[in-house]
């Protein structure tokens, strides 16, 4: 399924659904220099540079990306965030100057499209030595999302927590903590490329996201996450760093 124009569904229950997974993401942060990889239409660097603590102007928040045309309308929707266009191979980056770098909705396309273990090594280049953390969010392949994306006629690559865990361990780094999320509020959004089932009425939203936060806790802590939960979320820091 193609849907034209798709960054237009940020104005609908998927941006919201977007911004709460992005304050998931946003309690597991290092430090004020964050790059942003594969940040697509600039929804998480626009979303960093409204907290407090970090600024709009500078070099705090950075989101790059390969597809230069997405980040032509990041820039449209977001005026005064930092979007870098990259290539496969680089980061233009001196070392050692990021604290965090988090892989949002990113980490299958690389691991997927790309010499994965050569990329991991520039994010290492570009991450600091001292406390240096990577955050990955990322669709969990299990028979629910893989039922969803055959009916929405929806490809994408895929990267297991497994793989996941396996590139970040051959790439130097300690995955600290493997959490799992989401299970009401993206299937009923359908993201940038399904169905949405819900309108933008502002109360039924924030009915579906408060229901959505509750049942995914649950499902967690009672040890479903990986089977019902479309999301997974890592947080890895270099092997051997003392905490």
């Known amino acids: 399924m193609r ?27 290092r430090g004020k220099r964050i790059l942003a990889v594969g940040c697509g239409y600039g929804s998480f660097v626009h979303f ?4 407090d603590g970090y600024y709009v102007v500078g070099d705090e928040v950075v989101g ?7 980040l ?12 870098v266009v990259c290539d496969r191979k680089k980061l233009e980056f001196p070392d050692g ?7 949002k909705e990113t980490l299958h396309h690389v691991f997927g499209e790309q010499d994965a273990d050569s990329f991991m ?3 290492s280049r570009v991450l600091k030595n001292d ?15 893989r039922t969803a994306r055959i009916l929405a006629f929806h490809r994408d690559p895929e990267c297991s927590l497994s793989d996941a865990v396996s590139l970040l361990n051959r790439s130097g780094f300690e995955v600290k903590k493997v959490a799992f ?3 009401l509020a993206l299937p009923l959004s359908g993201g940038y490329v399904g169905v949405n089932f819900v309108p933008n009425i502002h109360c039924i939203q924030r009915a579906v996201l408060y229901l959505n936060e509750r049942l995914s806790r649950l499902a967690h802590r009672l040890g479903l996450g990986r089977r019902l939960l479309w999301r997974y979320l890592l947080v890895a820091e270099r092997r051997g760093e003392v905490r």
């Open 3 to 29: 849907v034209r124009e798709p960054w237009r569904r940020l104005g609908t229950l998927w941006g919201r659904v977007d911004e709460q997974h992005s304050r998931l993401i946003l309690r597991h942060l």
């Open 181 to 183: 999320f989401e299970l």
């Open 131 to 145: 406390g240096g953390r990577i955050v990955v969010f990322d669709p969990n392949p299990n028979l629910l999302l």
């Open 64 to 70: 790059v990306d390969v597809d230069g045309d997405a």
């Open 48 to 51: 960093m540079n409204r907290q």
């Open 121 to 123: 090594r520039e994010v």
């Open 72 to 83: 032509e309308i990041a820039r449209r929707l977001h005026p005064g965030s930092k979007y």
């Open 97 to 103: 100057f990021f604290d965090t770098v988090v892989f």
